[in-house]
């Protein structure tokens, strides 16, 4: 599987699937959050309350998956990350389930190219050096029979930086 990182915004992310750090309402919010939505359109709120009618709210490190609406991709896959919170543990096991799970997922799409956003590392305040650890650990130990190339999208120079120099280091 070949990564990549590059400085961007996520919702012009050519890919099968960009994955949104979501909040559990799935209603939209904030940060990345809001953005896709701004910018994916009312099909994907659409989309959205239909699965919390089903299922309700999603928990911290679980993923859904709605389509892109007007997005370049053609799957948006939902996950809540952790609000840093004093609990270490839970919180660093709850951030390796959102890879782990959003991985999972698009691997029952058939998912090719994955782009992720730095999950909790804005408004919910998670250390960005432990959540890129986390997230590129994920992803090297993950094996795929479909997704052939995972983008880490940082929207600034510092989420930039600490990914490109985890992915140099053996971890």
């Not at 389509?67 to 951030?95: M, S």
């Not at 998670?126 to 992803?139: N, S, W």
């Not at 997704?147 to 930086?161: L, P, S, T």
């Amino acid at each position: 599987m070949k990564i990549e990182i590059i400085r961007g915004d996520i919702t012009r992310i050519h890919a099968d699937a960009i994955v949104n750090a979501a909040n559990s309402s799935l209603l939209g919010g904030g940060g990345v959050d809001g953005a896709i939505h701004r910018a994916g359109g009312s099909q994907i709120l659409e989309e959205c309350r239909a699965i919390r009618n089903r299922q309700g709210k999603c928990n911290t490190g679980e993923a859904v998956a709605t389509t892109a609406g007007n997005l370049p991709a053609q799957y948006v896959i939902h996950t809540v990350g952790p609000v840093w919170n004093g609990d270490e543990e839970k919180c660093i096991r709850f951030l390796f389930d959102c890879y782990k799970n959003s991985l999972r997922l698009a691997e029952t799409l058939d998912i090719k190219t994955i782009a992720f956003p730095n999950i909790s590392t804005g408004i919910y305040k998670f250390p960005k050096e432990l959540a890129g650890e986390i997230a590129i650990h994920e992803v090297r130990k993950f094996h795929s029979d479909s997704i052939e190339n995972v983008i880490f999208v940082c929207f600034d120079e510092e989420n930039e930086e600490i990914y490109k120099k985890l992915l140099k280091s053996p971890l």
